[in-house]
Each structure stands twice: as structure tokens, then as C-alpha cells.
């Protein structure tokens, strides 16, 4: 399957968008430089006007936005074959959840200006197609 914006989804696993498309006050949002985790691990940045895809697996995992403004956390429950988006707001800064339908509105309106910073696969790998001539042990 593929989203709108062409983002393909493993059906195994599912996605975490995260967009930054917004400046913050008098634009003073967009001079920050952000680093996104998930579950610990460095994932990548989000500079203004990008966005960042992680892969994951099905499951409880917690998505940080850092940066000198300060730290966000957003806890998501990813399913398999779903798709999770969040805004990074500069001001208050923090990860906001956002339906599909508002998000995608969102980044359609800035395709422009908006583009793929990351795309981590931090996900279960896609299960080996078994052989039928093959004995399973």
C-alpha cells in the first residue's frame, strides 16, 4: 500500500511521520536544530520543511524531538500496515499527534517547500518466504 505523499507501508510493520512545516514565532522556530529518537536510538534530523518516516514494529514505541528549546516525548501505538502522524509545534515545542486527514492536508499544502529528511527502518524484518519443498524443524 502507499499513502498519498508515496510513502509505501510494509504490511508487517507500520510508520511514524513526523513533519516540521511550521516556524514558530516570527519564524524563530525554524533556526532550531532538531534530532528525533525512537525508543533511544538517533533516528535522524528534522530540519524545517521536512519530514522524517520511521518503520516500526507493531507495538508501544516513544518518539523524541530534542533541540534547545527542550524535549518532546509522544508515546505511539503503531499497528501493522498503519500509518502515525505527528507535527513538531516550536512554540510550546512539542510533538502534536495528527489525524491522517489533517496531516496529509498539511503536507499536500506544502509539497513545495516540504521534503524527506529520513527514512529509518527501525522495524521487524519482513519474514523469509518459506520454501514448501523444504522440511520445516
Known sequence: DAIDIGIAVDTANGLVVLYRNTSGLMGSGSMLGVTVKVNG?????????TYVVVELAPGKHTVTAL?????SNWVVQVAAGAVQYAQLEPMPFRLQAK????????MRADAATLSLSVRANLGAPAAAPVDPNVKQM
Open 99 to 106: 489525524a491522517s486527514e489533517a496531516a496529509l492536508t498539511e
Open 41 to 49: 536510538e538517533a533516528v535522524g534530523d528534522l530540519p524545517h520543511d
Open 67 to 71: 533541540s534547545a528549546a527542550g524535549e
